[in-house]
């Protein structure tokens, strides 16, 4: 089955409003997102139902939260449960406080059974805790399917790792993929560019999402050109569409 192909909301992250953010994922020729807390303030009980209608009305569809942090407080992670079951969602991406281990892993896993919701971990780069395929496998030792990878291809590489053989090596905890694409200074300064331009090797992801069964949502990002990035992310869907035909669903 392809997988839901879609945009993060951070991209657009001059834009408060979710009607307006609808209208923007949809100049970029998709109909699918994941939202972050830029829109969408999932503390707030009273704004769930009112941005979950908002992308409804528009004809776009949630595919997954995120990024969001589980801590060792309950009430506030059960929040963001609340709302991915409001909305519909079987996924979202997550990051863990490092100083929450080990309660934040038993809680993760607790409500993810109890709402039937995948978590997949944001490897957020080389200074990032869990940016390295080490440490994620120690957390994954620790915690049952539920809890996998929400894999970011240009972050993966920023931590001088190949998020081809990521895909591969992690292809049963894979819940969510972001395709983004980095460039690198002589400073290790990274750089957002046209996916499929800078260092990811675009088919063959499409050929290691494909052979390990990945049905999750791919989730594009494009970080650059703040004030105006739908230009530069229509690129990128057409990159995407024309080199991961295995994946996504067009």
């Known amino acids: 089955m392809p997988s839901m192909f879609g945009v993060q909301s951070y991209c657009f992250r001059k834009?408060?409003?979710?009607?307006e953010t609808a209208e923007l994922v949809k100049q970029c020729g998709l109909d699918t997102v994941e939202v972050c807390r830029?829109?969408?303030d999932?503390?707030?009980a009273s704004t769930h139902k009112p941005a979950i209608e908002a992308y409804k009305n528009a004809g776009v569809k949630i595919a997954s939260i995120g990024v969001n942090g589980?801590?060792?407080d309950e009430a506030e992670a059960r929040k963001l449960f609340e709302f991915?079951?409001?909305?519909?969602?079987?996924?979202?991406?997550?990051?863990?406080?490092?100083?929450?281990?080990?309660e934040c892993f038993a809680l993760a896993d607790r409500l993810a059974e109890q709402y039937d919701i995948n978590l997949g971990i944001h490897n957020h780069g080389g200074r990032h805790w869990l940016g390295s395929a080490q440490a994620l496998n120690w957390v994954f030792s620790k915690t049952s399917k539920r809890i996998g990878l929400s894999l970011d291809t240009a972050w993966a590489l920023d931590a001088r790792?190949?998020?081809v053989e990521l895909a591969k090596r992690f292809a049963d905890r894979l819940h969510i993929i972001h395709i983004k694409d980095f460039i690198f200074d002589r400073a290790r300064t990274p750089e957002d560019v046209i996916v499929g331009t800078g260092n990811l090797d675009l088919p063959a992801l499409d050929a290691a999402l494909a052979d390990g069964g990945f049905t999750g949502p791919a989730i594009l990002e494009y970080e650059g050109d703040v004030d105006d990035p739908v230009p530069a992310l229509k690129k990128c869907v057409d990159a995407v569409r024309a080199s991961m035909p295995r994946t996504i669903s067009r």
């Not at 991915?84 to 080990?102: E, N, T, Y």
């Open 70 to 72: 589980i801590g060792a």
């Open 161 to 163: 790792e190949n998020p």
């Open 84 to 102: 991915a079951r409001a909305a519909g969602l079987r996924v979202m991406s997550i990051d863990f406080a490092i100083d929450a281990v080990p």
């Open 15 to 19: 834009t408060k409003d979710n009607t």
């Open 38 to 40: 830029v829109q969408i």
């Open 42 to 44: 999932f503390s707030d």
